[in-house]
């Protein structure tokens, strides 16, 4: 049995794991991202991997970080919620620990995880995968490999353009589908809706005392789940623009599975059923031939760890 440690690096949190080769996490730790400081938060992913490996023969290390990872997989090249900029990570990690090391964007260990382990788990060549938080990111996986591109950041499903000259996005685009279908827009939604109705978002207001400005994602799911008009409508607003997008990747890349992930799939159906009605229609003719089906994923917050580890494991 190999083992390998992965590491998922966000904004808030390192997460660490000690993998076997059938997915399963034996052994867990996590400390808290010191994102403003460069070093400290290298340090901290070198004493997660260290405390990890202290207590089993792991093999490599993968490091899943939220950010833009350069092609051979060694450096960070930009992070929006980090302090690194060109970073080369694999090198200060693998020269502190003395294992073999490769850095990945996290959306694509994400995806990579449900593609061998988690929903997509019974296709052997081909799957997209939307994570849906904040914002949206992602992973494409197709001839069984995960599709990188030639300068390594392909995949940046959220930057897709969906309402031309639409909300702004970070990323400096008019439109983008991060603005339509992310859990920021989940909110945007139901806090215009209530401003602009506020005797149909009752209890959606009542969670946020009564100021339409305080109402957040898990606010709108929860009066959402207790038939909130305004809440249920912010969810079909998200899973109609959601939907768009998953049958145009239908349309170019014919995937076996796709998956929807992140927070908000919590939501369950509130967010799965609207998202597969508007991909339905949105496919027409198409949906006439075999075409994927639209899956939620399945290893929640495990998924990076569990990915990451995987990808080391094939250094």
């Known amino acids: 049995m190999t083992l390998t440690i992965g590491v998922d690096v966000g904004g808030t949190k390192v997460a660490g ?8 996490v034996l052994v867990q730790t996590r400390r808290d991202t010191p994102a403003d400081d460069v070093a400290k938060t290298r340090d901290v992913i070198i004493e997660v991997v260290t405390e990890l490996a202290a207590g089993h023969a792991v093999e490599a290390v993968g490091i899943g970080a939220a950010g833009w990872i350069d092609a051979s997989r060694s450096t960070v090249l930009f992070a929006p919620n980090l302090a690194w900029r060109d970073e080369p990570l694999r090198t200060y990690v693998g020269d502190a620990t003395g294992l073999p090391v490769i850095v990945e964007n996290d959306g694509n260990v994400a995806a990579w995880a449900e593609f061998r382990y988690g929903a997509a788990r019974d296709a052997d060549d081909s799957m997209v995968m939307f994570t849906i938080g904040t914002g ?33 996005c970070g990323c400096g685009r008019l439109g983008c589908i991060e603005q339509y279908a992310s859990g920021s827009a989940l909110v945007r939604f139901a806090r215009a809706a209530a401003r602009q109705e506020p ?16 109402i957040t994602g898990p606010m709108v799911t929860a009066a959402a789940k207790g ?3 305004v809440s249920t409508e912010a969810f079909a607003q998200v899973g109609r623009w959601l939907g768009t997008s998953l049958a145009d990747m239908a349309q170019i890349l014919d995937p076996q599975v796709l998956v929807v992930g992140g ?12 998202t597969r009605r508007s991909f339905a229609d949105a496919l027409a003719q198409r949906s006439r031939l075999p075409v994927a089906e639209v899956r ?4 929640g917050n495990t998924a990076g760890v569990i990915g990451a580890a995987d990808l080391a494991r094939r250094i």
């Open 17 to 24: 794991g000690v993998v076997d080769d059938a997915g399963t």
């Open 136 to 168: 949206v990111g992602g992973g494409i996986v197709l001839g069984g490999g995960l599709v990188r591109g030639a300068n390594g950041i392909a995949a940046e499903l959220g930057h897709m353009l969906t309402v031309p000259d639409g909300h702004q």
């Open 199 to 214: 005797h149909r978002a009752t209890a959606l207001l009542e969670l946020a005392g009564g100021e339409a400005e305080t």
């Open 227 to 229: 038939g909130d008009p």
């Open 263 to 274: 927070g908000v799939i919590d939501a369950g159906d509130l967010l799965l059923g609207p």
């Open 296 to 299: 939620p994923a399945e290893l």
